[in-house]
């Protein structure tokens, strides 16, 4: 059965892959819920609104296409883990997007592009960001908070703060970015992708 979706390789080299779903907003009632296992089926059963259904069996579709065998599970923070190799899931609207590494810590985040971004821009700019960068430009605005979003989900601190211990320092074809907590400091460099209507980050962690 067509289940309306397309799968996309953005990135494949030998340190990650990064592959893209775009989903139709199908009816939950069509899937094939025999390729998720015992505890994803509990999971996806636990979900009230079709919307979260969707977003998690596409997910896991997603994850299906990467030619390796992957075991996920989560931390009690949430953070998914996989049993070889390390991986990073993000979603917004019906896209979603898959970063895995064999060797290395990986964040990645989708944003699109929406206005909305304005109302909540004193929330997570810190105050070098705002003298920085244009944050009267929608789309720096969006870099910025997929940055956030991604390196959150690759450093896993509980209390990490977006606007307090994250700031983006440069913005020049990658993204530089320090996260100050708990008295250390690390530096990342992001890379990101833009599209008509989202853009992408992604960094790994070479330990």
């Not at 996989?82 to 810590?105: D, P, W």
Request: glycine share 4%; with cysteine; net charge negative.
């Amino acid at each position: 059965m067509d289940l309306h979706y397309q799968v996309h390789t953005i990135i494949a080299t030998d340190e990650i892959i990064i592959k893209q779903l775009k989903y139709d907003e199908v009816a939950p009632e069509t899937f094939d819920l025999s390729i998720l296992s015992v505890e994803d089926r509990k999971k996806y059963e636990g979900f009230i609104s079709d919307k979260r259904r969707r977003e998690f069996y596409f997910a896991r579709t997603l994850l299906r296409s990467f030619d390796v065998k992957v075991e996920l599970f989560y931390r009690s923070t949430g953070k998914p883990l996989i049993n070889e190799g390390h991986i990073s899931i993000s979603h917004s609207r019906n896209t979603i997007i898959v970063g895995y590494s064999k060797q290395h810590y990986i964040g990645v985040d989708i944003e699109y592009f929406n206005p909305k971004i304005f109302r909540i821009k004193n929330k997570f700019l810190a105050e070098p960001e705002k003298n920085n960068f244009d944050i009267e430009d929608q789309k720096i605005l969006t870099l910025i908070w997929s940055i956030k979003e991604a390196i959150y989900k690759m450093e896993d601190i509980p209390g990490l703060l977006f606007r307090e211990h994250i700031c983006v320092t440069a913005l020049n074809g990658e993204g530089e970015v320090n996260v100050f907590k708990n008295g250390l400091s690390h530096h990342y460099t992001f890379k990101y992708l833009t599209f008509d209507d989202f853009v992408i980050t992604y960094c790994y962690l070479i330990s």
